[in-house]
């Protein structure tokens, strides 16, 4: 949630607040690294950070049915031209942002714009497993993160637009 926050807050609907190099790089930092934390913890099922890896196996089905449903997502067919793999719109969006990964971040393709992934599945993923493992296993978050999700992203929002903020007024 962190890095979509601050992603978010360098942008001012399609443009980017403080339009230079060192802002242009920074925003897109954000964006790259929410990317490959999606990876981590949602499509790597293998990674030491999936959710698989933390919440119980008796519980993975609910979590995942529950997780489907609260991302919401929509069909695309298609990225940049592109078939995208899967029947299901979760895996479509995987496939996207496994595009735009290896297209882009792993190494630069004969494609030469950059069709960005839209950040609010990432944000909706992220803010249903933090909820989940804050409301299931609160021993293990005591005294670190007793917030919600909500209340987290807009503390996140608030500090990344007070930051590019400072830094249009000088």
Not at 31 to 52: I, M, N, P, Q, Y
Not at 72 to 85: K, V
Not at 126 to 139: G, K, R, S
Request: hydrophobic content about 40%.
């Amino acid at each position: 949630m962190r890095n979509i926050a601050f992603y978010r807050a360098c942008w001012d609907g399609h443009d980017l607040r403080v339009n230079n190099e060192f802002w242009k790089t920074v925003s897109g930092n954000f964006l790259d690294t929410a990317v490959h934390e999606w990876f981590k913890a949602f499509a790597h099922k293998r990674s030491k950070h999936h959710w698989s890896k933390v919440i119980p196996e008796s519980s993975h089905a609910a979590f995942e049915h529950d997780l489907l449903a609260h991302l919401d997502l929509a069909p695309m067919p298609t990225y940049n031209g592109d078939e995208l793999e899967g029947a299901h719109p979760y895996e479509q969006f995987n496939d996207l942002l496994r595009k735009y990964r290896d297209k882009f971040l792993a190494h630069l393709d004969d494609e030469l714009v950059a069709n960005l992934p839209v950040t609010e599945p990432m944000r909706k993923g992220a803010e249903f497993l933090f909820d989940y493992l804050t409301t299931t296993q609160p021993d293990a978050f005591s005294g670190y993160l007793m917030q919600t999700s909500a209340d987290f992203f807009d503390g996140l929002s608030e500090l990344g637009r007070a930051e590019v903020n400072r830094r249009e007024a000088t």
